[in-house]
């Protein structure tokens, strides 16, 4: 049963905590570059995955098209900062990014506009087919985007006025992606705490009813999939540094399945889904390929069996079966020490 989103309580609060604290000490705990640029992964890759879940996890929509978005934010970065072929250079690496979060979310309104008024799989073959699109204009203009040599992102530097922050030091870049998806992740959740996320979900238990009591369903899934496309902007544009070369492989569609396959392993039901789903996803990665160049059969296996038995995905089984005996056993020996 599709329940409202929430954010964990009592012990799966003082996880969260904990977990929230681990994220901010991780340099201390590990300064070793490997896990911290481990960090930054679980970091951009959490961003793009809370994207698509605002629009599978709250509106009901199944969007193929998400690499689109991630791509272009990712594009604009050393197209901005180089001034390649028409594009002007600009060397503030903040408006860069808002630039290349505007420049995505327009994306997103026009596709959007163009997608969804079509529901359930024609919607979701849509955006995939305008990601198609857009990956093979990438890739075929190489005036602009150097084709499948791609464009190397140079090292920016964050002017604060009374400070510079090079990027090329990993723990800067490290605490600056972290306040930025921190920023994004707690705007989002005070979206979907407001009367338009609560409308969102409306619309995703029953759309034809929302409908009905005179809701503009259109206007708000076209806003909802312009903000998703907004949040996968600014994800790829965080990526883009840390990628380093960026090319047409960061528009495959193949790209949009990572955060469908993430959602639903952390669960989509759930605010935090996507980054339960991103911690197991990267660790089942970084464990798998370290003994087979087949970790993705893997992956997928824990995805069957994730659909079959959970199908609220991890945090679905932590809270119905899990919390409730860690809960009880608290209690016992808090009574009884």
Known sequence: M?????????????????GVLIFFILPLISPSPYYV?????????????LSFNLLFGYTGLLSFGQAAFFGLGAYM???????EAFVPTIESFLLVIVIAVVAAALLGAVI?????????IYFAMLTLAFSMMIYEGAFRWRSLTSGDD????????VELGVASLSLGDHLVYYYFTLVLVAAATFFVWRVTKSPFGEMLVLIRENEERTEFIGVNVTLYKWASFTLSAALAGLAGAIAATHLLVISPGTLHWTRSAEPVLITLIGGPT???????????????EQSLTA?????????GLVLIIIVL?????VLGLWHERVEPRVTDTIERIWEDP
Request: charged share 10%.
């Open 309 to 313: 038995f959970t199908p609220d995905g």
């Open 150 to 157: 791609g464009l190397i992102t140079p090292t920016p530097t």
């Open 112 to 120: 959007g506009f163009l997608s969804i008024r079509r529901g359930g």
């Open 37 to 49: 640029n481990l960090g930054i992964d679980v970091l951009f890759v959490f961003l793009f995955a």
């Open 2 to 18: 599709i329940s409202n989103v929430q954010l964990p309580r009592s012990v799966s609060q003082v996880m969260f905590s904990v």
């Open 77 to 83: 970065i050393p197209l901005l900062l180089r001034g």
């Open 270 to 284: 759930y605010f935090l889904g996507p980054l339960v789903g991103t911690i197991v996803f990267v660790a089942l």
């Open 291 to 299: 003994v087979t160049d087949h970790w993705e059969l893997f992956a």
